[in-house]
Nanobody, 125 residues
C-alpha cells in the first residue's frame, strides 16, 4: 500500500490541525496505521496508532487527551486530529502502516513496512 500524508502547516500554540493519511493501491483493511513524528536532530517518535478493522486506538502519553485518531472507510483515510497544540509538537509527521505488527511493537518504526512522505507541523509560541 502507498501512503500519502497531508494537512500539516503553521499554527499558534493552543490551535488545532488535522492530518490525513490516505492509502493508494489497496485498502487499509487488515492494517495498523500509525503516526510518528521527527523533530530536527531527533529520532522518530510514536504519536498514535489505529487498527483499521477494529478501530482500536493507541496514543503516546505526550498526546493523550489532545490528539485523536479516526478512520474513514469510504475515503480509505486515517486522520490525526491535533488539538491544544504546543511548540514541542513541532516536527515532521509521518504515517506508517503494517499488516503484521503486534501491539507491543507499535512504537518501533522498523516494525512498519509502508511509509508516507512527511508533513511539517510547526507550532509557534
Amino acid at each position: 500500500v502507498q501512503l500519502q500524508a497531508s494537512g500539516g502547516g503553521l499554527v499558534q500554540a493552543g490551535g488545532s490541525l488535522r492530518l490525513a493519511c490516505a492509502a493508494f493501491g489497496r485498502t487499509f483493511s487488515g492494517y495498523t496505521i500509525s503516526w510518528f513524528r521527527q523533530a530536527p536532530g531527533k529520532e522518530h517518535n510514536f504519536v498514535g496508532g489505529i487498527k483499521w478493522n477494529a478501530g482500536y486506538t493507541y496514543y503516546a502519553d505526550s498526546v493523550k487527551g489532545r490528539f485523536t485518531m479516526s478512520r474513514d472507510n469510504a475515503k480509505n483515510t486515517v486522520y490525526l486530529q491535533m488539538n491544544s497544540l504546543r511548540p514541542e509538537d513541532t516536527a515532521v509527521y509521518y504515517c506508517a502502516a503494517s499488516r503484521t505488527i503486534i501491539q507491543s511493537s507499535l512504537g518501533i518504526p522498523s516494525s512498519y513496512q509502508n511509509w508516507g512522505q512527511g508533513t511539517q507541523v510547526t507550532v509557534s509560541s
